[in-house]
């Protein structure tokens, strides 16, 4: 697959306001974008740190993807999310290697990423999500 970096790494809080008070505060990054993603019932807040971004995620619903992680496994880190390049390919060499998908096609994420996650079981437990940046 060979990402290019890691594009971010998200976080499943229960307060997202909180939570970027601590990100800034304790770690000093300033969280430069904040968006809701309907779709997925999360609103979302974005930090920069080099080349890549801590994601903070708030269920804006109990029955969302991120209220049933919370209230499964309590806040903590829900995936880690790849950067690559053309992403339909690598989505199609993944499958073809075995891994099972999530996402057969890539679909619109917030800062309008392109992107797609592998099963967790198919990935050492480790939900991963591959993202392709069409604007870079
Ligand atoms: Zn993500």
Redesign the pocket.
């Known amino acids: 697959m060979k990402p290019t970096h890691i594009?971010?790494i998200?976080i499943a809080v229960k307060n997202l306001d909180e939570a970027i008070s601590f990100y800034e505060n304790i770690f000093g990054l300033k969280c430069y974008n904040i968006e809701e993603v309907k779709e997925q019932k999360v609103k979302t807040a974005f930090f920069k740190v080099g080349d890549s971004k801590i994601?903070l995620?708030e269920s804006t619903d109990p029955d969302g993807p991120i209220g049933r992680f919370i209230e499964k496994r309590g806040e903590g880190i829900h995936?880690l999310?790849f950067a690559v390049k053309d992403i339909e390919t690598r989505l199609r060499e993944t499958e073809e290697k075995g891994v099972r998908l999530i996402d057969h096609k890539p679909r619109k994420?917030?800062e309008n990423l392109n992107?797609a996650f592998l099963h967790p079981k198919s990935t050492l437990g480790v939900l991963t999500?591959i993202?392709e940046d069409k604007n870079s």
Request: net charge negative.
């Open positions: 594009e971010h998200g994601e995620l995936h999310a994420g917030a992107i999500e993202c």
